[in-house]
Nanobody, 124 residues
Framework: VQLQASGGGLVQAGGSLRLSCAAS????????MGWFRQGPGKEREFVAA????????LYADSVKGRFTISRDNAKNTAYLQMNSLKPEDTAVYYC??????????????????WGQGTLVTVSS
């Protein structure tokens, strides 16, 4: 699976962005999808994950209630809707695909394929 993340940019605190992750190659709907982020000087951290159907999702506590992960298997695309953005959300955001048994994996090692990342900058 090849993944292409897009949609990042500069936004003011309180604003919104929607990230997209377009997949090509193997059957997209076979994979759980996740979003991770890596801020300046920080390790990559889990943000959100969705089961293959989109029926089950999981969020990091820091984004719960503000971010929403979704997917459109007909379009081979996953999304991350980010609302009420904060300066601490500034990071490079990565999408990833996992072919294992977990509905919504949280660990980077559980993911098989990664996109190239898209930068989100939130100004105060």
């Amino acid at each position: 699976v090849q993944l292409q993340a897009s949609g990042g940019g500069l936004v003011q605190a309180g604003g919104s962005l929607r990230l997209s992750c377009a997949a090509s190659g193997r059957t997209f709907s076979s994979y759980a999808m996740g979003w991770f982020r890596q801020g300046p000087g920080k390790e990559r951290e889990f943000v959100a994950a969705s089961s293959w159907s989109g029926g089950s999702t999981l969020y990091a506590d820091s984004v719960k209630g503000r971010f929403t992960i979704s997917r459109d298997n007909a379009k081979n695309t996953a999304y991350l809707q980010m609302n009420s953005l904060k300066p601490e959300d500034t990071a490079v955001y990565y999408c990833a695909a996992a072919g294992g048994l977990s509905d919504h994996p949280k660990e980077t090692a559980e993911y098989d394929f990664w996109g190239q990342g898209t930068l989100v900058t939130v100004s105060s």
